[in-house]
């Protein structure tokens, strides 16, 4: 069965440190793999997404993922975290019209 | 364009009544996709719609739940009756039918039962 793994549950970061948020699936078939982000008490929004070609994959807000074949991976970073980058961030692959959700991982950074 | 609409956005009722909640998806998005988020289970998918017609409801918790899709347009999640434990945040989402396509996520109803 697909399944989605986030093995990071909560992250404390300053302001300026780097991030990285891991995320690991498991699907037989072709991933499109996304990452979504949940701002305190606001809906799902799309970050980046992965279907095809450079594995390495440019989002908004200065956020970026690697996709690694390899070792079905699906890692999110960003260089520089601020503020305003507290949230929830939930990791997903698709199987077919569905997404299978990760459990989320909840940001905290500090000023 | 509107984006995902839902309606309404907090209900408060007492354990027994019947709550129904509504979802308009984007226009053209032949995909819905009804989903609650609870701090104890995350984001967990209820149901989805291909083209109006239910295709996955396995995450329906109880009989107590029902959806439909009457038109393209519009969706319905009904609990009846509600449990206190039904308290959540329940999400709309649509997209176009593929895998490739992202889902995009209506405001959400904040649920809670008395």
């Known amino acids: 069965a697909q399944s989605v793994s986030q093995h990071n549950h909560h992250v404390i970061l300053s302001e300026a440190a780097s991030l990285e948020l891991g995320c690991n699936y498991s699907?037989?078939?072709?991933?499109?793999l996304f990452w979504y982000v949940q701002y305190p008490g606001q809906h799902l929004q799309l970050l980046l997404k992965?279907?095809?070609?450079?594995?390495l994959v440019k989002g908004i807000k200065g956020f970026e993922a690697e996709f690694i074949k390899s070792k079905f991976s699906f890692n999110l970073r960003k260089p520089s975290v601020q503020w305003s980058d507290t949230a929830e961030y939930f990791c997903?692959?698709?199987?077919?019209?569905?997404?299978?959700f990760g459990t989320g991982t909840r940001l905290q950074v500090f000023p | 364009d509107a984006g995902v609409i839902q309606s309404p956005r907090h209900e408060v009722t007492e354990m027994g009544q019947e709550v129904t909640l509504r979802c308009k998806p984007i226009?053209?998005?032949?995909?819905l996709f009804w989903y609650r988020q609870t701090m104890m289970r995350g984001l967990e998918l209820l149901i989805y719609?291909?083209?109006?017609?239910?295709?996955?409801d396995s995450g329906m918790p109880e009989d107590r739940f029902s959806a439909k899709m009457p038109n393209a347009s519009f969706s319905t999640l009904k609990i009846q009756p509600s449990e206190p434990r039904d308290s959540a945040v329940y999400f709309c989402?649509?997209?176009?039918?593929?895998?490739?396509?992202?889902?995009?996520f209506g405001p959400g109803t904040r649920l809670t039962v008395t």
């Open positions: 997903a692959v698709n199987a077919g019209d569905k997404l299978i």
């Open positions: 226009s053209g998005h032949n995909s």
């Open positions: 992965y279907f095809s070609g450079d594995p």
């Open positions: 989402a649509s997209s176009w039918t593929s895998g490739r396509n992202e889902q995009y």
């Open positions: 699907y037989g078939g072709t991933v499109n």
């Open positions: 719609f291909n083209n109006n017609v239910p295709i996955d």
